[in-house]
């Protein structure tokens, strides 16, 4: 009987170790599944968009890849236009009111077209990102380098490139490390599925 139990408890444990690689292996290729069909669902799950011609209206004025800002969008609020941090950044890429006055003072964003106090309005919110995203590019030399910036800040990527590292092997600090990786995937993601442009996107 004692025997009968103990090869039935051991069976069972077998089954609950297997079903979480059961469970990951299924998730790993459903989003294969989807990564595949760039066109259609996969697309609209895994890297949606909205707002394209304000994306790139502003990535155009600005000098900076419609995919890239998408990839951005996506990390930083997951597309949603009132999303806030705890740090105070607004809306859907995530932009400091501080750093919106600041692009205006520089003259990197026309003030009288663009509210720096509006930043809950996706257009208002993408064109001054786009213009924080085409200021880093300016300063910085590599794609990697721009958006570990973004979220450290660029004085602080900077004072890791004077010391003699590189990026993104001597990134400091751990979330900028994984929002490099993040916002790397998500931006291969749309390049893949948006070959043509994000006018692929703007029927739906």
Request: glycine share 10%; charged share 20%.
């Amino acid at each position: 009987m004692a025997r009968r139990r103990a090869r039935r408890e051991g069976r069972l444990l077998r089954w609950y170790r297997l079903l979480p690689l059961l469970a990951l292996a299924g998730t790993l290729g459903l989003c294969g599944a989807l990564d595949a069909a760039p066109t259609t669902l996969g697309r609209q799950l895994l890297y949606p968009v909205s707002d394209v011609a304000a994306i790139e209206a502003s990535a155009a004025r600005h000098g900076v890849d419609p995919d890239l800002v998408c990839a951005v969008i996506k990390c930083e609020s997951s597309w949603n236009p009132t999303a806030t941090s705890s740090a105070g950044a607004i809306g859907l890429m995530q932009v400091m009111p501080d750093t919106a006055r600041s692009l205006v003072e520089m003259g990197l964003v026309d003030g009288s077209a663009w509210d720096a106090d509006n930043l809950t309005d996706p257009s208002t919110n993408i064109e001054f990102g786009c213009a924080y995203l085409g200021y880093l590019q300016e300063h910085l030399s590599s794609t990697e380098e721009i958006v570990a910036a973004y979220n450290a800040g660029i004085g602080t990527v900077q004072g890791w490139l004077d010391e003699g590292g590189v990026i993104p092997d001597d990134i400091a600090f751990a979330e900028t490390r994984a929002y490099l990786q993040k916002v790397t995937l998500a931006y291969e993601g749309y390049q893949r599925s948006y070959p043509s442009g994000l006018t692929d996107a703007s029927d739906r």
